[in-house]
């Protein structure tokens, strides 16, 4: 959620969160989850600036009922304009700068939120900790929102391009190009350009479909559904917490301890 939600295309993000939270309200998990309280507590995972969890607050709000919304993430200055953003919607919320893998130390939450591309930023392993941090976060009957694409099959009917047009604006011009692939983390490496400014940034992104997601959060969730409001995006929810597999229970194996798998020679391929 890297965009200022009052400005440009984030507007337009911002009333699309409202849109889907309404749609997603309608579940019979949220129905039942919203006639037991008044008051709901929302822990907003890699909150960027805001739009996810604001907007599922202030449709709560509108619904009379009361969210407290706790927003994580790694960038300050993200959060500085997501508290800006939250007071302007009049909407409570609270900061944490902190990594995505500790949100078990806070407090337990009725809701855990993650909007936008945030899974895409986690390689196989750490994706695997963030969901159990995440469902150790969670009250016993809370329920857990992954928002996605499904990406693999994008991949599988689109294709992904060597080199891709990422912002075709003149004044903000950006392509990103691939550079390499992580066989031991599953991540794909590529090269964002700024070809105003003459900036190269390297990212990390990972590609996992729908039932990937699922079903690896069907691990430490005791139920699983799949909301399709707006294909190719979708809503994965997890219900109930199972708290068999801790945090703490995942130690780093063997390989992504060593980074590289392993050969005679002690190189990768």
């Keep these: 959620m890297g965009d200022d939600p009052r400005r440009g295309r984030s507007v337009e993000r911002y009333r699309e969160a409202l849109e889907r939270s309404k749609y997603l309200f309608n579940h019979p998990w949220f129905k039942e989850l919203l006639r037991e309280k008044k008051s709901i507590s929302l822990l907003d995972v890699g909150a960027g600036r805001g739009i996810g969890g604001v907007a599922f607050a202030e ?5 009379g009922i009361e969210c407290i919304v706790d927003m994580v ?22 900061t944490y700068v902190m990594d995505a893998l500790e949100v078990y130390k806070l407090e337990e939450y009725d809701v855990v939120l993650m909007y936008g591309a945030t899974l895409a930023h986690f390689n196989e392993w750490d994706i695997v900790k963030l969901f159990a941090s995440s469902a150790q976060a969670l009250k016993e009957k809370g329920i857990i929102i ?13 294709g992904f391009k060597e080199l891709i047009v990422e912002n075709p604006d ?10 390499r692939y992580d066989v031991v983390t599953g991540s794909y490496y590529r090269e964002f350009v ?16 729908i039932a990937h997601i699922a079903s690896l959060l069907w691990i430490f969730t005791k139920d699983v559904d799949i909301v399709g409001d707006k294909p190719p995006f979708y809503l994965v929810l997890g219900r109930g917490k199972r708290g068999k597999i801790l945090v703490s229970d995942l130690e780093p194996t063997t390989v992504s301890r060593r980074g590289i798998i392993w050969s005679l020679n002690k190189t990768s391929y």
């Design 59 to 63: 449709v709560l709000r509108d619904m």
């Design 73 to 94: 993430d790694l960038r300050r200055d993200a959060l500085k304009d997501a508290e800006e953003f939250a007071q302007e919607k009049g909407v409570k919320a609270r």
């Design 146 to 158: 992954v928002d996605e694409m499904d990406r693999v099959n994008y991949i599988f009917r689109g």
């Design 170 to 179: 003149p004044d903000k011009l950006t392509i990103s190009v691939h550079h």
């Design 194 to 209: 700024s070809l105003k400014k003459m900036e190269i940034v390297t990212v990390s992104i990972n590609f996992r479909s």
